[in-house]
């Protein structure tokens, strides 16, 4: 679960990516990536979506890409992968990368069920939740203003009341 | 691997570009960071130059663990000879622009002579170009990075840049990456300006190999871990640096009015909670935890509307308690003009207010000032100078000569309110009842400075064998130590210890809110040791970093006696130890610095630097420490 408004853009997530994934610091090679307005302060992560209809794993022509129902995710089978790339032209939020050096394309894998972007975010921009937990986290989030504003109004009258 | 990061040299002057690798030896020896700039620096200057003739040399670098997973390695440090001091110029910032330069396969950039004409500097994958900076020269640092990224055509470009303070050669025009992340002190931005360089762009694709990646990987989640779970830093991480204003205003620990009095009184308004109310969120520098950085936007007044990073404790003051205005609008807008300007807030505010108390004193009348009402409180001449100080106009072209060539064109006795160190203003606090902070900012090697040697933990009481835990280590101490911050016990080795700790954190490009600065529990030699090992493959023991540090504070003190520094420039103006603190609680009103004791404690200090009685390296310090030759000209 990615929530730009938690995220400070420090970049950590994308520090860790690509070590774990690479062996080598580098963001260009991260499978996630934090896309900043710095002049009006807002971050947004981006990363795979794990679409359920994925344009990648639809344009493949030699059906490298698939989905791994036990961790939800799509992945890409290298043995089958052929590096034509047409899955880095297809898919609309830029979360397939290639890299250059090993001439392979490579996105967000979940980390095989532990991803370091969550485990090292420590203000949960990023995070790892199970899929029915989403809605309910989100729910809350947003009650939770709404809370405040009600206890606001509930101090006000109690001190008129006084 | 950090260790193949390369020292490119850029001559300006002739368009000369040429770069060599960084030997393990000169890793070992300088480290990296600020450390390694004071070798740089040394070896490439002539002596006796004017700070801004094209004699004089810019070093731009990152630490040596820039960009690795040692959480919070953003720092930049940029040195040269100071146009404010005429002694060392060094300042420092965070942000992103040194781990673009880093990814572009550079960690220092030593730049000599001029350009005929403004131009920028873009360094991208092991190359060096120099850019024809005529679109941005004139532009506000922030424009400046826009224009540069649209010109080059992209995004992630990173770039340190100076702002029109720069270009007008302000003594004082700071450096700035981003928003806010300002190499502050000793005017190196107008270093830059007078080489017509207007930026340093960076961006970078290449691999930084680590040696041990995934033990880097496990040690960082620790390190982060110890980080954020100090107390200190999860308030850092909720209010930013204003909390310490809280912290010091309320005890009469801050400069106000000048140095007419230690604390603001009624300041509410500009307190840390205050200006909460008025932020919109924190912000983090690369790859940190702690996000100290609060973002907002200024509700009200010539600015309404702009978007910005800070205000830090040094603009509550500088913008607050100095001047005397207790408007949190004004803190914001001149948050705004100093980062939009390029001139350093602490210096300008320390100008502002200095002005303010020769216009109430009457060496200067509304004449002096173009008719603005210079008394303490008045928030829109505090706006007005920042703006007439940036661009020389009347009085501000004065102060942007900063303290002491100021008080000489002024003349008129302006000279003894001034409260500054080698020519730099002192920093927002008032020491008058804490020694071992009087001894940090008068030793300073770039004048008083709270970011040198500042034992700030001094302030908290600590028992004596949670101090002696600290403060022994790696080097054995069995000296006094007191946890009287009044006292004078103990303080000279708590200044050098940290002297020490700071520039091992300056070379490494760590933030100082990761060590041993304002929280006691934060990490220190031996957890440096290891995040080197696992980052960069060298070993260095705990006690070979810290007589790296030695050896580079060595080097930065050997700098400033070449251009002419002697024992007397280690001193407090007169008024520390002839003004009583006027406020603050019982214990801290009525303190003033005991000449004699104070006097003692440079000995001492001397004494733990290697140094002889005139503060002079001795020879066997420098035979002991490997730089008794030196310029060596190694790389």
């Not at chain 2, 000169?26 to 990296?32: P, S, V």
């Not at chain 2, 450096?175 to 960076?202: E, P």
């Not at chain 2, 022994?472 to 016990?489: A, H, M, N, T």
Request: hydrophobic residues 35%; charged residues 25%; aromatic residues 8%.
């Amino acid at each position: 679960m990615l929530n730009y408004e938690k995220c400070t853009g420090c970049r950590l997530c994308e520090m860790v990516c690509s070590v774990k994934h690479e062996g080598v610091l580098n963001p260009s090679k991260s499978r996630i990536k934090i896309v900043k307005w710095e002049w009006e302060g807002r971050y947004v992560p981006m990363s795979c979506q794990q679409c359920i209809s994925a344009p990648c794993l639809q344009v493949c022509p030699v059906k490298a890409i698939s989905r791994d129902e036990s961790l939800n995710r799509v992945q890409v089978d290298y043995d089958t992968c052929i590096g034509c790339r047409m899955c880095v032209a297809a898919c609309p939020f830029g979360a397939m990368g290639f890299n250059a050096d090993t001439k392979k394309v490579f996105k967000c894998d979940f980390c095989d069920g532990d991803p370091q972007c969550a485990r090292f975010c420590e203000v949960g921009a990023v995070q790892y939740v199970d899929a029915d937990r989403v809605a309910g986290e989100k729910q809350y989030a947003a009650a939770e203003k709404f809370n405040a504003v009600l206890q606001k109004v509930a101090a006000a009258l109690a001190s008129v009341n006084q | 691997m950090p260790l193949d990061r390369r020292v490119g040299y850029i001559n300006l002057t002739t368009g000369k570009i040429e770069s060599k690798p960084i030997s393990r030896q000169i890793r070992k020896m300088f480290i990296g960071g600020r450390g390694l700039d004071a070798y740089l620096l040394y070896n490439n200057l002539k002596p006796g130059v004017d700070a801004l003739s094209p004699d004089n040399v810019a070093v731009i670098s990152g630490g040596f663990l820039c960009g690795t997973l040692a959480s919070a390695t953003s720092r930049y440090h940029v040195c040269g000879k100071s146009p404010l001091t005429n002694m060392l110029g060094s300042c420092n910032g965070g942000g992103f622009f040194t781990p673009e330069l880093t990814m572009a396969g550079f960690h220092h950039l030593v730049i000599t002579g001029k350009s005929p004409k403004p131009v920028y500097l873009f360094v991208h994958n092991g190359e060096i170009e120099i850019r024809d900076a005529k679109n941005v020269w004139g532009q506000g640092v922030h424009e400046t990075q826009q224009t540069i990224r649209e010109e080059l055509g992209d995004r992630e470009v990173k770039i340190l840049a100076i702002g029109p303070g720069g270009e007008k050669l302000v003594r004082f025009a700071n450096v700035i990456s981003g928003l806010k992340n300002s190499g502050g002190r000793t005017g190196m931005g107008a270093v830059l300006g007078s080489k017509n360089l207007k930026a340093v762009a960076a961006r970078g694709t290449m691999d930084l190999k680590l040696a041990h990646p995934m033990e880097a990987l496990e040690y960082d989640k620790r390190f982060i871990t110890q980080i954020t779970s100090a107390k200190v830093n999860q308030t850092q991480g909720r209010i930013g640096t204003p909390f310490i204003f809280g912290a010091t205003n309320s005890q009469g620990l801050v400069r106000a009015e000048n140095f007419r009095k230690n604390q603001l009184e009624n300041a509410d308004a500009i307190e840390a909670e205050a200006l909460d109310e008025l932020s919109i969120g924190m912000a983090a520098c690369y790859g940190c935890q702690v996000h100290c950085r609060s973002k907002f936007i200024i509700p009200s007044g010539k600015y309404a509307g702009v978007y910005d990073e800070g205000p830090e404790y040094t603009h509550q003051c500088a913008f607050g308690s100095e001047p005397g205005c207790r408007d949190p609008i004004t803190i914001l807008a001149a948050t705004h003009q100093s980062n939009m300007y390029g001139i350093d807030c602490l210096e300008a505010g320390s100008m502002i207010a200095w002005a303010m108390e020769l216009f109430e004193n009457g060496i200067l009348t509304e004449k002096d000032t173009d008719g603005i009402d210079l008394r303490f409180g008045n928030t829109e001449a505090v706006i007005a100078m920042m703006e007439r100080i940036t661009y020389r106009k009347g009085l501000g072209d004065i102060l942007a000569e900063g303290p002491l060539r100021a008080a000489k064109i002024i003349g008129k006795g302006s000279e003894k309110y001034l409260v500054q160190v080698k020519g730099m203003s002192n920093l927002n606090s008032d020491e008058r009842a804490t020694p071992a902070l009087a001894l940090n900012i008068a030793t300073a090697s770039r004048g008083s400075d709270h970011l040198r040697s500042r034992p700030a933990i001094d302030l908290y009481n600590l028992p004596e064998p949670v101090l002696r835990k600290i403060y022994s280590q790696p080097v054995k101490y069995d000296g006094p130590l007191s946890s009287d911050f009044r006292s004078y016990e103990g303080k000279p080795w708590q200044v050098f210890w940290q002297e020490q700790t700071y520039m091992g954190v300056d070379s490494l490009g760590i933030c100082k809110y990761h060590t041993t600065f304002l929280g006691a529990t934060l990490p220190n030699w031996e957890e440096w040791s290891r995040v080197v090992y696992y980052n960069t493959g060298i070993e260095m023991t705990p006690l070979e970093l810290w007589t790296a540090a030695e050896r580079t504070n060595n080097l930065e003190r050997l700098f400033n006696i070449r251009e002419g520094l002697t024992r007397k420039d280690d001193m407090l103006v007169d008024r520390y130890f002839d003004e009583p603190t006027p406020l603050g609680t019982p214990g801290i009103r009525g303190r003033t610095i005991d000449r004699e004791k104070f006097k003692q404690m440079i000995d001492l200090f001397y004494q733990y630097k290697g140094c002889d009685e005139n503060g002079m390296p001795k020879p066997e310090t420098l035979q002991r420490l490997g730089i008794d030759k030196e310029p060596s000209h190694l790389l």
